[in-house]
């Protein structure tokens, strides 16, 4: 089998990327959590979950790579609803945190059992070394890929 073109798995890439996407993934997750949230909110939510402790909203903005001022506005929103709470950061007395209220861990904990749910049925399939070889090879393209994009990231004065 010859080998694939940059093009070519880059046109793979763009194809799943928009096959998730456009799917009803996302709705039928987000129906799964009993709420109406934004993508943004939903993935402030699970930045949280994934995040070692609470966070800074600076911290979650560039983990979304988007602007604070947008994780500001969502935050607000999810703090009214009481799916996150601003707590004092230990380390700077005068800073904030946000932080996963149980009621929110419960909506990112459904959110992600309907994903995983998903994930794990697409690969139904794949023998245990497939799938070590998927995790290996996707990590792989993933730093790598986030190390080559470094050159394009603003470069501040």
């Known amino acids: 089998m010859p080998e694939p073109s940059p093009a070519e798995l880059l046109a793979r890439l763009a194809a799943l990327s928009t096959a998730v996407n456009r799917g009803r993934l996302y709705e039928t997750a987000i129906e799964a959590t009993g709420t109406t949230l934004e993508r943004p909110a939903i993935t402030i ?29 969502h935050v607000k929103r999810l703090e009214e609803r009481g799916l996150v709470r601003s707590v004092t950061d230990p380390d700077d007395r005068r800073a904030r945190l946000v932080e996963l209220t149980p009621d929110g861990q419960q909506v990112i904990d459904r959110y992600l059992a309907v ?19 998927l995790h290996r090879l996707a990590t792989r393209l993933f730093d790598d890929l986030t190390d080559a994009l470094t050159q394009y990231a603003p470069h501040s004065p």
Do not use: C, K, Y
């Not at 939510?45 to 909203?57: F, H, I, K, Q, T």
């Not at 794990?120 to 794949?126: I, Q, R, T």
């Open 45 to 73: 939510l699970g930045v949280l979950n994934a995040s070692d402790g609470p966070r800074r909203v600076g911290e979650i903005a560039h983990r979304m790579q988007v602007e604070g001022p947008h994780v500001t506005r």
């Open 115 to 133: 994903i995983f749910g998903w994930f794990d049925s697409a690969l139904a399939g794949w023998s245990p070394s497939d799938r070590a070889d």
